[in-house]
Every structure is written in structure tokens, then in C-alpha cells.
């Protein structure tokens, strides 16, 4: 099933790059494109095959993302944050799967997770309110995984949450204008006073602890893997997947130029061009190489119904935003090799360059703190941080 889902974004991906600069244009992905990943069966990759998802390895779903971004870094981005949504609510319970998937199992959610909305506990629920930015593809979600903090009577925090809240909860407030991933139409949420039933909430403990009500329906291994290794991958494929297909054009563009600078000659005699396109494949490889491999590591445990050790997730975390940071780092070869090339705007370097700096700056793919994290686990401390 997943060669057929990579083998339809690979014929998809001449469509994507014809797109780009309506998307970037209009600040979102067309409904055209949305319905292409759909067809394609993308978002379906991590959803539980109860509700009609394919509930593939995870692996799999971000070589699609990669191939995807290295068309489009906006389709990218999209098709990987909507995409590992469904991974997220197959781990709410039953009754919030049933809300979203009952009648149609092609609903599209986004989300914000960040937690700044403020719930308050009522019979049966929870009233919610709060403001939320940055929620990648919402004008075209019917619901939305929404970060919040449980807060008592004096107003002091209880717990930290994510909820799930229907279309006709919320509002989306047109404020993205960036100058990367412009096409991913991450909009603000707004959510006044709704009551939200009990059964669309999640806890952030029970997933950082891996014991899910999701897991009494799904039983597969991809239920049981990490928060903080799914998600964040899911952050970093697309910046890794915008700088491949950026290498990918800078090559093909200079193959056969002619410098008139420089001593003239053809630029793929000068042996620094060379080094350059060296030099960015190895770290495009080895962000592959490494993210793909923790991952899968933690899948084979969770198949075996193993433990998943602290020191693995560590080192998921580690690795993941070292891929961001070798991504950059051959995006910015690539961007400097090619000189005055690589200032035309809506060229596919330029266009890589803007993508990757700009997925770069998400909290999951934050450097330096989660090297720090992995520091801490390394010298025997202890590490608590809900994105391991």
C-alpha cells in the first residue's frame, strides 16, 4: 500500500511544482492540491485501519513527506502536519475517533499545540477558550487538536491537555504572511466559551507515558510509539525533503553552465562546486539515515510490545533536530555555491533556502535545548519534556 502511496506523490510532483507559485501567492495550499493528497491516500498513512486509515510505518510516511517537499516546501509541510494527525487521535478515545471518522474517514484535522488555552472543568467536560497561531492547513480542517492547560477555581493550572474541537467551535483568523513555507496557510485559531465533552481530551501525561485510551482499539505498534518522536519528525521530514529537491534543481541547473567569471569554464569543472554538492548530499544523507533508523528502531520495539528506553527517545530527539541542522547547513552551501543564482526569487534554491529556514525555527526542531535534553539523559539526570 505504501509503494502505491509513493508512487502516486511521485507522479503528483510535476502537478505540485507547477503550483508553487499560486500557493505561495495565495498563502495556502488550493483545495485541488488538499484533494490530490487526500486521493492519493497521504493523510490516511498514519490512520488506524479501523476507521479506514492504512496505519503504515511510520518510516514510510515521511519518505512521502520528503518527496512532496522536494517539489513544494509549503505542500511538504501540510501534507506532514495534517498527516500525522490521525496518528494523534488514534490515540484519543474510542468516542473522539467515532466523532471525527464515523461518517466520513477522509475528515481532515490540524492543530496548535502549544498550550495556551485555558479549560475550565463543568459536568461532563470542560469549557474552553483561548487564541492559537501558527495552525498549518486549518481553513481546510473540520477539527482541530488544540493545546490547553486545566486551570482550578483560583485559576492555577490542574493539568495540560489536548483537545479536540469541532469546526463550529472554532475560527480561523487569516494573519500567516512569512517569508518561508509561505503556502502553508498556518492561520491563527480562535475558540470562545465551547464546552468540550471529556472523551475529546487527551492528557499529555498518558502520552508521554505511552498508555493511551486509543490503544484499547488500535493495538498495532504505531499506538504505542512517542509524542515527542512522531510529531517532531513530522516537523523536520519537510525542511530535510525542501533541501534535497533544492540540491536536486541546483544540480540539474548548473550541469551545464557556462561561467563567464571566474576564469570562464564549465561549473561543474570547479572542483569547489564539487565539494559543495559533496558536502550537502552527506548531510541530506545522514539526517535520513539517522532519523529513519531511530524510528524504525522504536517501531520494531513497539511491535515486540518492548519497552521504548528513555535513551532511545533521547536520541530520536537528538538526531531529529540534527537533521534540521544538516539540512540547513547544506541548504546554505548550496545557496552560496551558487551565487547571484540563488537570489532570483521563486527559484527552486531560493525557494529551499526561505522553506528550511523558516521550518527550522518550529519549537520541535529548537537545537540547542533538545541537544541539552539529551546532555541531561547522557550524564544520568533526569529529563521531563513533553516533545520526548
Not at 75 to 88: D, E
Not at 283 to 296: P, S
Request: glycine share 10%; hydrophobic share 40%.
Amino acid at each position: 500500500m505504501t509503494h502505491e502511496v509513493l508512487g502516486a506523490v511521485r507522479d503528483l510532483r510535476p502537478t505540485f511544482a507547477a503550483r508553487v507559485e499560486e500557493t505561495e501567492a495565495a498563502r495556502r495550499l488550493s483545495e485541488e492540491s488538499v484533494r490530490d493528497l487526500v486521493d492519493a491516500g497521504v493523510l490516511r498513512m498514519l490512520q488506524p485501519t479501523a476507521y479506514g486509515g492504512r496505519e503504515d510505518h511510520p518510516v514510510r510516511f515521511y519518505e512521502v513527506v520528503r518527496e512532496l517537499a522536494g517539489a513544494c516546501g509549503s505542500t511538504g509541510w501540510v501534507a506532514s502536519v495534517l498527516g500525522v494527525h490521525p496518528w494523534h487521535l488514534g490515540c484519543f478515545p474510542e468516542r473522539a475517533q467515532e466523532d471525527v471518522w464515523g461518517e466520513d474517514p477522509d475528515t481532515i484535522l490540524a492543530s496548535s499545540y502549544a498550550p495556551v488555552g485555558r479549560m475550565t472543568p463543568v459536568d461532563g467536560g470542560y469549557r474552553l477558550s483561548g487564541h492559537w497561531r501558527f495552525s498549518s492547513g486549518c481553513d481546510h480542517a473540520a477539527w482541530v487538536l488544540l493545546g490547553a492547560m486545566v486551570v482550578g477555581r483560583e485559576g492555577l493550572p490542574l493539568d495540560f491537555i489536548t483537545t479536540l474541537v469541532p469546526a463550529s467551535d472554532f475560527q480561523v483568523v487569516d494573519v500567516w504572511d512569512a517569508v518561508g513555507l509561505r503556502g502553508t496557510g498556518s492561520n491563527d485559531v480562535v475558540v470562545e466559551d465551547a464546552f468540550v465533552p471529556q472523551h475529546r481530551t487527551l492528557r499529555n501525561y498518558e502520552m508521554g507515558q505511552l498508555k493511551v485510551p486509543g490503544q484499547r482499539v488500535n493495538k498495532g505498534p504505531l499506538y504505542r510509539l512517542p509524542f515527542g518522536a512522531i510529531f517532531t519528525s513530522a516537523v523536520a521530514a519537510p525542511v530535510v525533503g525542501s533541501v534535497a529537491g533544492g540540491l536536486d534543481a541546483f544540480v540539474h541547473a548548473m550541469r551545464d553552465r557556462n561561467r563567464l567569471s571566474l576564469g570562464g569554464g564549465y561549473f561543474v569543472e570547479d572542483q569547489f562546486a564539487q565539494v559543495a554538492v559533496a558536502r550537502a548530499s552527506s548531510d541530506v544523507d545522514a539526517a535520513i539515515l539517522q532519523t529513519d533508523h531511530n524510528i524504525a528502531a522504536m517501531y520494531d520495539l513497539a511491535r515486540d510490545r518492548a519497552e521504548i528506553p528513555m535513551d532511545l527517545r533521547l536520541r530520536t530527539r537528538r538526531d531529529q533536530v540534527r537533521a534540521t541542522e544538516r539540512a540547513l547547513s547544506a541548504v546554505e552551501v548550496v545557496f552560496k555555491i551558487a551565487g547571484a543564482t540563488s537570489l532570483r526569487r521563486g527559484n527552486p534554491i531560493e525557494r529551499a533556502w526561505r522553506d528550511a529556514h523558516a521550518g527550522s525555527v518550529h519549537v520541535a526542531n529548537d537545537v540547542e535545548r533538545t541537544l541539552s535534553l539529551y546532555g541531561k539523559g547522557r550524564f544520568g539526570l533526569t529529563v521531563e519534556d513533553n516533545l520526548v
